[in-house]
């Protein structure tokens, strides 16, 4: 069994910046691979960003590339998302998720644990 508990999130404006940490308790964090996913209002949630268990390997949503970096440190047993130059559209719920599998995946069905969310609002 894995916890994780999502923070950092909050209202920003356009062009501004935000990093999120997932902090996970409970099985060894170090492996699993782990991802945020976000939903949007009336919109279906959608993958973001993805990282091995030891950080070797990563994959990032189009949408976001180039803006946003996901990274681990495995010793702090947390998860990051830096989120720079955000748009209005980047707002959502966000959430880790965490993955026994050994591959990174983009979704969401295979993850295994997830987190409550944190809010994410940016504004024009």
């Known amino acids: 069994q894995v916890q994780l508990v999502e923070s950092g999130g909050g209202l920003v404006q356009a062009g501004g910046s935000l990093r999120l940490s997932c902090a996970a308790s409970?099985?060894?964090?170090?492996?699993?691979?782990m991802g945020w996913f976000r939903r949007a209002p009336g919109k279906e949630r959608e993958f973001v960003a993805a990282?091995?268990?030891?950080?070797?390997?990563?994959k990032l949503a189009d949408s976001v590339k180039g803006r946003f970096t996901i990274s681990r440190d495995n010793a702090k047993n947390t998860m990051y998302l830096q989120m720079n130059s955000l748009k209005p559209e980047d707002t959502a719920v966000y959430y880790c998720?965490?993955?026994?599998?050994?591959?990174?995946?983009?979704?969401?069905?295979?993850?295994?644990?997830w987190g409550q969310g944190t809010q994410v609002t940016v504004s024009s």
């Open positions: 998720a965490a993955d026994s599998a050994t591959l990174v995946h983009t979704t969401a069905r295979t993850y295994d644990y």
């Open positions: 409970g099985r060894s964090f170090s492996s699993y691979a």
């Open positions: 990282i091995s268990w030891n950080g070797g390997s990563t």
